[in-house]
């Protein structure tokens, strides 16, 4: 047992299951399994061979059609369900038009019958679940614990969020009530590449040369930069994205720092204290939970060295944002790189462009030129978005089929 239980809190720290779901799976003939482990396979490059279902796009519509059944794939995890005579429903609320047009694509061939829902779930549409056990939700609207009852009481029994994270949805209250709820696994080469250019437009001061340059400024003065190879980078993380970073930056010839609660990776590992003390680069890549909420707080930002740099592509209150911004206004640091940020909820994924910005947050740390702002896209890639509706379909018929 004792083996088994190691082997699943490395699977917590990897990014692949939820810490508090080791005892449900471990002990799983004696109690059900609150959360599915989700398992990310590199060599699911998702071809689309089959037709796809043409349906028309319009916003606010709901779209819900019988799957053409197709020949399984040999080995693939959807094998038995693809093979089955009839379709199993599933629907996926909060579903833009990319993601769509994927689970329309991938139909056929897992044998389903998506209802494709462009609003986030909600008690106002909740009807449309229409007998279907299994639903796919977003990461961009919190769940909150009345709609999950609400949800419960229709019968749905089984939520796959097309996330990593589970911050979004009080997965406790949603076991209680009869739900199970799955993330999903996806290359984290996209947030591991997206970091490491991240790292580069901060240390090379990239904002303020293309502000410059935008306004015929070609002057070399103020935007000198650093050399990776010549710096200390701490990776705060090493899951599955932690570890792409690490193996990143090693080529790059960089000293390189790693810390986290479980020692999974090969990485030169120090106490959290010496590795902000230590890198002039701290990145973030740990989940959001009650342990790591401001886990950069304003103690922890006064450990960095003058002249740090911070990126995070993790989840936005993972940093205390107030002394974010003390911290960089002072010049004690020497820059940030967000892809994530407190309060983004409501503002990130929205056109903004007519309408004032009400985050006095946002508009402080925009107007710094040595910060990087990005709206919560490391992860959108081709290869990362496929990836992330497969697994969630795959998620829904493992659990209907009971594995």
Known sequence: MASV????RHLCRAGKICARAVAAQVNDKVCTPRYQLVTYCRGLEN??????????????MTYSEPARSAAPRTGSPASASSSAV?????TIYGCGQDEAALFRQMAPRFGIMPTIVQEPVSEANIGLVSGNRCISIGHKTKVANSLLLALA????????????????IDVEYAASVGITVGNVAYSPDSVADFTLMLMLMAVRNAKSIVLRTEVHDYRLDAVRGKELRDLTVGVVGTGRIGVAVLDRLRGFGCRVLAYDTVLTASAEYVPLDELLEQSDIVTLHVPL???THHLLDRKNIG?????????NTGRGPLIETEALISALESGKLGGAA?????GEEGIFYADCRNKPLESKTLLRLEKLSNVLISPHTAYYTDHALSDTVENSIINCLQFESGK
């Open 303 to 311: 450990r960095l060295k003058d002249g740090a740099y911070i990126i």
């Open 338 to 342: 967000l892809d994530v940020l407190e």
């Open 5 to 8: 239980t190691g082997r699943f």
């Open 153 to 168: 009481e229709a019968g749905v029994k089984y939520i796959s969020t097309r996330s990593i994270g589970f911050n979004h």
């Open 289 to 291: 939970n009650t342990d």
């Open 47 to 60: 071809p689309i061979r089959d037709g796809h279902i043409a349906l028309p796009t319009m916003s606010g």
């Open 86 to 90: 009839l379709a199993r429903g599933i």
